[in-house]
């Protein structure tokens, strides 16, 4: 069966620290990997996808930025840190694409900006 | 573009009433309906989805929930709820635009479902 790994569960960082948050999908091939951010009071926001090695695609202009540098291993990243980053980050797959596909989710990292 | 809205940010009940999270989109186009739950501390989990067929779809813990298209709805219901039910409710819609484009989840804001003893 898949699974799927993300790490740290906590993290808390100053403002203007970078940032990396790490996720990968155990149990399928060539997944498709997502990440959201749920802030607080504010549902669950779309940040980035990736079909394939390499292959990013940004929802919303930010401060964070996203890398696969492997098949299964999704990489969420900040060089400087902002408070608004704070929130608690999901990284997901799926194995299909279109609308019909199913979004599998992580257990998702608190990350508190100070 | 999509847009869903969930009409409850809050629902407290007591254990073994029945309870409706209520859930509304808007949409242009054919359009696939999620529900996913959210214990503390924890990742979202696929409830139930409803992708064609019949209206009336179930989850395995006694949710079920109906797609009604003329009142543009989706809304999640237990006939008899438990303590470990409390949790964050999530609806999500997907939009069929055709052809291979990418199916976007869009979420609603969440119910906080609260089973009290």
């Known amino acids: 069966s898949q699974t799927i790994h993300q790490w740290p569960a906590t993290l808390v960082q100053p403002v203007g620290s970078p940032l990396s948050l790490e996720c990968t999908v155990e149990?399928?091939?060539?997944?498709?990997l997502y990440w959201y951010r749920q802030a607080a009071g504010r549902g669950l926001q779309l940040l980035f996808y990736?079909?394939?090695?390499?292959?990013i695609s940004s929802e919303v202009p930010q401060n964070l930025s996203a890398s696969r540098p492997q098949d299964r291993q999704f990489i969420l990243s900040s060089k400087k840190l902002l408070l608004s980053d704070s929130g608690f980050y999901l990284c997901?797959?799926?194995?299909?694409?279109?609308?019909?596909?199913?979004?599998?989710f992580g257990e998702g990292s608190w990350l508190t900006v100070v | 573009a999509q847009s869903v809205t969930q009409l409850d940010s809050q629902v407290p009940v007591f254990e073994e009433a029945p309870v409706e999270l209520r859930c509304n989109y808007s949409?242009?186009?054919?359009?696939?309906l999620f529900w996913y739950v959210q214990y503390p501390n924890q990742g979202l989990q696929l409830l139930l989805k409803y992708l064609s067929g019949s209206t009336l779809v179930e989850s395995i813990n006694g949710f079920e929930a109906e797609f009604n298209k003329s009142q543009t709805s989706f809304h999640l219901r237990k006939p008899s709820v438990h303590i470990s039910d409390t949790a964050e409710y999530f609806c999500?819609?997907?939009?069929?635009?055709?052809?291979?484009?990418?199916?976007?989840?869009?979420f609603g804001q969440g119910t906080i479902l609260t089973v009290h003893p």
């Open positions: 997901a797959w799926s194995v299909d694409w279109g609308p019909r596909n199913t979004i599998y």
């Open positions: 149990g399928t091939s060539n997944p498709n």
């Open positions: 999500a819609v997907s939009e069929d635009a055709g052809g291979t484009s990418y199916g976007k989840l869009t």
């Open positions: 990736s079909v394939g090695i390499g292959q």
């Open positions: 949409s242009s186009v054919s359009v696939y």
